[in-house]
T-cell receptor, first 112, second 114 residues
């Protein structure tokens, strides 16, 4: 079964702190996507990771991909309240299916 | 403006009354997809389409139908809705499968089946 697991599912953190969200997947894939969803809104693309070792950074967020470990991380540096949202990773398997598989999401709350 | 549109945005209906949720994109994308989002379950793919007249089941296709007669449109049809189809639905599109681009999501349709 193709599975994508994120942890933690819920994260409450203080402003200014660092933290990492993990995305583990069970299938062979060299493509992984991170999305952000604000309450009541649609999904917004954050990062597209296309190969092993890929690293992308935007502001206080940095995403990386290790295809051998089947692991992606989303690192938050010096969190601010505006980063409060739900973050999803999604995997595009290399073969065998044309589906996208999403993780269950990590709900992040940054406390002032 | 490049976008994915969905209609309606909100819908309350009764069990068994056929409904269609429309989805349209203006980016000439080949790949289109429908997802449902339920608390604690993330997004689950219902159906996807690789191109015109090419559709296939996702992980939760039961109770849904789709068609892709034109490249820009990908309607989701519930022939006989049931309360367990109450959910938030998203349409998405991308240039093609395994492109270097991401999926673009519509604004969502919140469906309640009584």
């Amino acid at each position: 079964e193709l599975k994508v697991e994120q942890n933690p599912l819920f994260l409450s953190m203080q402003e200014g702190k660092n933290y990492t969200i993990y995305c583990n997947y069970s299938t062979t894939s060299d493509r992984l996507y991170w999305y952000r969803q604000d309450p009541g809104k649609s999904l917004e693309s954050l990062f597209v990771l296309l190969s092993n070792g890929a690293v992308k950074q935007e502001g206080r967020l940095m995403a990386s991909l290790d295809t051998k470990a089947r692991l992606s991380t989303l690192h938050i540096t010096a969190a601010v309240h505006d980063l409060s949202a739900t973050y999803f990773c999604a995997v595009e398997p290399t073969s065998g299916t044309y589906k996208y598989i999403f993780g269950t999401g990590t709900r992040l709350k940054v406390l002032a | 403006e490049a976008q994915v549109t969905q209609n309606p945005r909100y819908l309350i209906t009764v069990t068994g009354k056929k409904l269609t949720v429309t989805c349209s994109q203006n980016m000439n994308h080949e790949y289109m997809s429908w997802y449902r989002q339920d608390p604690g379950l993330g997004l689950r793919q219902i159906y996807y389409s690789m191109n015109v007249e090419v559709t296939d089941k996702g992980d939760v296709p039961e109770g849904y139908k789709v068609s892709r007669k034109e490249k820009r449109n990908f309607p989701l049809i519930l022939e006989s809705p049931s309360p367990n189809q109450t959910s938030l639905y998203f349409c998405a599109s991308s240039l093609r499968r395994r492109s270097t681009d991401t999926q673009y999501f519509g604004p969502g349709t919140r469906l309640t089946v009584l």
